[in-house]
């Protein structure tokens, strides 16, 4: 029995790519998240879609084109409060609840994003 990852499981990158542009659907309209967000939206798609992929098992590619992920050093130029973090951590749990898998990988998505996201708080 081989086990798989939840990259595998949900398809692959087509999944992650998806789930980053609901995500950013919700954060193009948001008046707290917008500003922290450069005007065109593709480059932070893109590597969110890369970074997600790699973390649940996917190929290195966020890691060959950026260098190691670096969370909290990347984030550290923009003040996280807990307002930031309950707008962006709305956005991904609706996409997250919106993905077409199971309830399973949905928990496991959700249960990460949780903590991320409190991680990377940096300001009161």
Excluded: C
Aim: no cysteine; proline share 6%.
């Amino acid at each position: 029995m081989s086990v798989s990852t939840l990259y595998e499981r949900v398809g692959g990158q087509p999944f992650f790519d998806q789930l980053v542009d609901r995500f950013y659907e919700g954060v193009a309209k948001d008046p707290i998240l917008r500003p922290l967000y450069p005007d065109d939206l593709g480059d932070p798609k893109k590597h969110l879609a890369l970074f997600l992929a790699q973390y649940w098992g996917g190929p290195a590619t966020y890691s060959d084109e950026r260098g190691h992920p670096r969370l909290r050093m990347r984030h550290a130029p923009f003040v996280i409060g807990l307002a930031e973090r309950e707008a962006w951590l709305g956005h991904m749990t609706d996409a997250v609840e919106a993905a077409d898998t199971g309830e399973e990988e949905r928990g496991e998505l959700i249960e990460y994003f949780t903590m991320a996201s409190r991680n990377l708080i940096n300001s009161r």
